[in-house]
């Protein structure tokens, strides 16, 4: 099991309101699984995903991830196992505008602490693998967001993680260029990536082999999806 | 690395107002720290170029008679060789004798070659051994040999080049007014600026006349007369601790005979040689340095580079929401804290490290294109090539710079949790706003306390400048008579002078205000007729010196021609005399010199003047007739005397007026170039160091809070973006352009009324203890504390209208547009 949780829980807490974004919530992912987590707005998919992907810590429950819980763990071990284990897409790509294309797609190796040589063959590999090699000295303001999208997930793949965790690829993007990262994602994980997916589209959703719904932070159904 | 410093290149791209901000604080305040570190290093070290400067002390020494303590630089020319003779630590030893009264404000010893005169002002007799114990750079010549011939003279490179040009000058001769031949047998290297005992010539002392006397008990005697600079090359090891207790035998062995004569004692104590120039606090010294205004440049120095750091820190944590989107991918990409916090410190150090290569181009622009090392009284120089130590120098400070500035602003960014940085790109700008108003109180603190520190001294040279002296020192030509024959003729000199309609007046005298007295211990009669010691100031003077100068009697009468008994020690004292002999009648008191040789009595009592600079209070002092009479006189001394006529112009046609001085002098005196300075400016020269001081602390103040607004400029650029939306709406809800740009610059111009404060009372403190050196002082007007205040809101108001100002007379759609 890549993901594992029991009764995970978040509360945002202020002056006079509690909110909880994610509600006891138990929760696997297996290795080469593409799972959808679908809901409304606000019902907690995104802190979820979130959660799992380590950039934000529980209010309770637990969370194993590769086996390990990773629960109580504080930053610095989080960034760790990110960094070596889970490569993100984002809404709004999340590219940096200062680098060029191969550069931000360089930049997990560098933290991972890749030599250079070899660094400079995986990122060619993998800017070769997303069709967006002959970009690669451009800077993402001069891209298409299909471009920049497919850069985000260049930048994912290039650390060879365990798992992608994407919070809706397609969000930014006018219905063919998220077609395309669909079918780019479904490719991925028919080669053997594992991939958990945020989305609100019914549509995207379909791409995946198995879809979880959440509502007021509990999952209300987790079925599987023919595609 | 590459990585980081291809986004520092492309973020300074992208954000050139930043990055010139940045850069142009950060190289100004290098360039200061620089050169006023430059300044600092020449201070520091004083006479450090000679080899065994550690083991080489001056001997100086203090009389106490009558209750006065006078302490002098110079000691007895028979000091030297008597303390050798009685210490086994001392291994060597070089007396300076002044050649001539040729010397400071005097206009120099004249030289001659052929047809060319020049005058030089550092000449000295030394002991043929000078080069032995101060290392030179020979140029030409035996430095073990130079001095042994009685008419042997060295001679610095500048001489060397001025009579003989590029040729080897070794066996020519140049000759004193004496006409007496010197051989030259030597020329060194011109001493380094940084040399307290600065010397063009030096004569040999081996001569008959400068012999020592004989006997032990004539060699005793003139332990009493001081008139030479003393120096001993000391064993390795000796303690300069030890050497009061061998002072105090020396003297009981020595000079307690004529001690008790005078009632009065002795005592000597040793400098270091490298400590002189800073730690010297006796009279009749060569120019020394002042320890407080080396603080005061340091201080400065500091201040202005905490500034510059400081705007860095602003800039880079203000700036900050804008790189919150970037360290939330780099955080999530997996970037560790101390990652981040190294890029953000590295992109700081080679800030820093591009600021201090910039800053010492402006060094080298400002050395080479402004008269800013006259300004020091220095001549430094960023010479790399020679002293590449400096090159670690300069990197280190950029490095520590670059941490400074860098460690805050690193820690702040990659504090953030990657989520929140992603989320929250407008509030993590915002989170640091109390510690930059901090920090722009603490530049703003500095900037004023600079500002007014300026502005006190200046009212305090303002002050020395306009104070009434109690004589006329406006239209006061000075001109030196040079000879005994030339003072001769002083009668005819003066004769001729007062045919010219613009010339009111002419007097002499053995010097003017000024320029050193004479120190003698003298006996007055007290109130109860009795004689005591009194040590005073003393000044021999020509007719008419009263009414030239334009002094007050307030008791008594002025000398008179006719009056024959107006001779020997007939004098006028001055009200301090009065006041410290106690006297009720002051006019007939006797007064005696020279063991009863010279008698008078007191003819009249002058009101108080400042003979001396105001750093001192007026002491006694006593003004006598002076004979100019040289009869009986070797005459190998009469070349060598030496008196100022003062010559009192209208003020008009001066340019004529000084033509036909120049005539009537070379009538009597055609062998010396004509030279003249008015009083006036001898005066002010006096306060050359703090004038000195007031205008290079008055430019720096300038740069401080030049660098200060730069980063308030930044700032507000910042404040304004980050509110762009929020003035959007304003305008919509009717705010005009006025309330706007005082909005966004209340705060500031509160937290530089809040800085003015603190600012008020650190120069309060920092100027009383300059003032501290001047016996008349202007007082410190809290005016002044209001007027720096009012300078920096106005300059800070500007800073920010002018930023401001875009923002709220644009569209408020295109403010509503953004973000």
């Not at chain 1, 294309?101 to 997303?130: Q, S």
């Not at chain 2, 550092?122 to 043929?128: E, I, L, P, V």
């Not at chain 2, 203000?318 to 590295?346: C, D, N």
Request: aromatic fraction near 8%.
């Amino acid at each position: 099991m890549i993901i594992e949780t029991e009764n995970l829980k978040k509360i945002y807490r202020t002056d006079v309101v509690e909110t909880t974004a994610v509600d006891e919530v138990n929760f696997s992912l297996s290795p080469g699984q593409f799972v959808s987590v679908m809901g409304p707005s606000g019902c907690g998919k995104s802190t979820l995903l979130h959660i799992l992907g380590l950039i934000d810590s529980p209010s309770g429950g637990r969370y194993r991830f590769m086996g390990e819980d990773v629960s109580g763990y504080p930053e610095s071990k989080r960034a760790k196992i990110r960094k070596a284990h889970i490569g993100f897409v984002f809404q709004s790509f999340n590219l940096i505008d200062e680098l060029t294309v191969f550069e931000n797609v360089e930049l997990p190796l560098i933290y991972g602490g890749v030599a250079a040589h070899e660094r400079k063959g995986r990122v060619e590999t993998v800017l070769e693998k997303m069709d967006i090699g002959h970009r690669r000295g451009h800077f993402p303001a001069q891209l298409s967001g299909g471009q920049q999208q497919r850069v985000a997930v260049a930048r994912a793949l290039v650390n060879r993680p365990n798992v992608i965790l994407a919070d809706e690829p397609t969000g930014n993007l006018d219905s063919e260029h998220g077609d395309e990262v669909m079918k780019m994602l479904l490719k991925l994980n028919e080669e053997g990536t594992t991939i958990l997916m945020v989305t609100h589209s019914a549509t995207n959703a379909a791409f995946s082999s198995r879809i979880v719904s959440l509502l007021d932070g509990k999952i209300v159904s987790d079925k599987s999806a023919g595609h | 690395m590459r990585n980081y410093l291809l986004v520092l290149l492309r973020t300074l791209q992208r954000e050139k107002l930043y990055a010139a901000i940045n850069i142009a604080g950060l190289s100004l305040g290098v360039a200061c720290c620089l050169l006023l570190g430059l300044f600092l290093w020449s201070e520091l070290t004083y006479d450090r170029h000679f080899n065994n400067y550690q083991n080489i002390y001056r001997v100086v020494n203090e009389f106490s008679v009558a209750g006065s303590h006078d302490r002098f630089a110079v000691t007895s020319r028979a000091l030297a060789p008597m303390v050798a003779a009685e210490n086994p630590e001392v291994k060597a030893w070089v007396r300076f004798q002044n050649n001539g009264a040729g010397s400071g404000d005097s206009g120099g010893l004249a030289i001659h070659h052929g047809n060319d005169v020049y005058f030089w002002n550092n000449t000295y007799f030394a002991s043929d051994n000078v080069f032995d114990v101060f290392s030179h750079k020979i140029l030409y010549g035996n430095p073990k040999t130079a001095l042994k011939d009685p008419g042997a003279i060295a001679i610095s490179e500048t001489v060397a080049k001025r009579y003989f040009g590029n040729a080897n000058p070794i066996g020519e001769t140049l000759t004193t007014d004496s006409g007496l031949p010197n051989k030259i047998t030597l020329v060194f290297a011109d001493l380094p600026p940084n040399t307290h005992l600065k010397y063009d010539m030096l004569f040999s002392d081996n001569g008959a006349f400068m012999k020592d006397p004989d006997s032990q008990t004539a060699r005793r005697n003139q332990l009493w007369n001081v008139g030479n600079f003393t120096y001993l090359a000391m064993a390795p090891g000796f303690n300069p601790k030890d050497w009061p207790r061998f002072s105090d035998e020396f003297y009981k062995r020595n000079m307690t005979d004529i001690g008790k004569q005078l009632s009065g004692s002795w005592k000597s104590w040793v400098q270091p040689l490298a400590s002189i120039h800073l730690n010297s606090d006796v009279g009749y010294d060569l120019p020394t340095g002042n320890p407080i205004y080396l603080y005061g440049c340091a201080a400065v120095a500091l201040f202005i580079l905490v500034v510059a750091c400081i705007n860095y820190m602003n800039l880079a944590t203000a700036r900050a929401m804008r790189r919150a989107h970037s360290v939330g991918i780099r955080k999530i990409l997996g970037a560790s804290r101390l990652t981040l916090g190294l890029q953000f410190l590295g992109e700081a150090v080679v800030f820093s490290l591009l600021a201090v290569l910039i800053g010492v181009m402006i060094v080298e622009v400002v050395l080479r294109f402004t008269s800013i090392n006259s300004l020091m009284g220095q001549q430094v120089s960023l010479d790399l090539g020679q002293h590449p130590a400096l090159i670690g120098v300069l990197v280190g400070l950029g490095v520590l710079m670059g941490l400074l500035s860098g460690i805050y602003p690193a820690f702040y960014l990659s504090s953030w949790a990657p989520l929140s940085a992603l989320a929250s790109k407008n509030a993590a700008g915002k989170g640091n706003l109390r510690l930059r108003e901090a920090l722009v109180l603490v530049q703003f603190t500095i900037s004023v306390a600079v500002i007014a520190s300026t502005i006190l001294m200046a009212a305090q040279m303002h002050y020395i400048a306009s104070k009434s002296l109690g004589f006329q020192k406006e239209n006061q030509v000075i001109v030196t008579l040079r000879g005994a024959s030339t003072i001769e003729k002083v009668n005819t000199i003066r004769t001729e002078l007062a045919k010219n309609a613009h010339i009111l007046g002419s007097t002499e005298a053995r010097a003017v205000m000024g320029q050193a007295t004479g120190m003698n211990v003298i006996d007055m009669e007290n109130n109860s007729g009795v004689m005591t010691h009194i040590t005073t100031a003393n000044l021999p003077i020509g007719d008419d010196f009263v009414s030239v100068m334009g002094l007050k009697i307030v008791q008594g009468r002025d000398f008179s021609k006719r009056l024959l008994t107006d001779v020997g020690l007939n004098c006028l004292v001055n009200e301090a005399t009065v006041r410290k002999m106690g006297w009720t009648e002051p006019l007939g008191k006797r007064v005696q010199a020279g063991g009863g040789a010279l008698t008078g009595r007191v003819v009249g009592v002058l009101a108080d003047f400042n003979y001396k600079s105001l750093h001192s209070k007026v002491e006694p002092l006593l003004l006598f007739p002076q004979p100019d009479d040289f009869t009986g006189m070797a005459d190998i001394m009469r070349p060598f005397q030496e008196r100022e006529l003062v010559v009192k112009i209208s003020g008009t046609d001066v340019d004529q007026t000084l033509g036909y001085i120049e005539d009537v002098m070379a009538k009597v005196d055609p062998k010396h170039p004509f030279e003249f300075a008015f009083l006036d400016d001898q005066l002010n020269h006096l306060y050359k160091s703090e004038h000195q001081l007031t205008r290079l602390i008055g430019i720096f103040a300038t740069v401080c809070i030049f660098i200060a607004c730069l980063g308030l400029f930044g700032l507000a650029s910042f404040t304004t973006e980050q509110r762009t939306r929020e003035i959007g709406t304003r305008k919509v809800l009717g705010a005009s352009a006025w309330q706007i740009i005082t909005l966004l610059s209340r705060r500031m111009l509160l937290l530089v009324v809040v800085a003015s404060v603190f600012a008020a009372v650190i120069s309060y403190f920092a100027i009383d203890e300059w003032l501290t050196g001047f016996a008349y002082r202007a007082g410190i007007n809290p005016l002044i504390f209001l007027l720096a205040a009012a300078v920096a809101v106005v300059v800070a108001f500007v800073t920010v209208a002018l930023q401001s100002y875009k923002t709220a007379s644009a569209d408020p759609v295109d403010a509503l547009r953004q973000v």
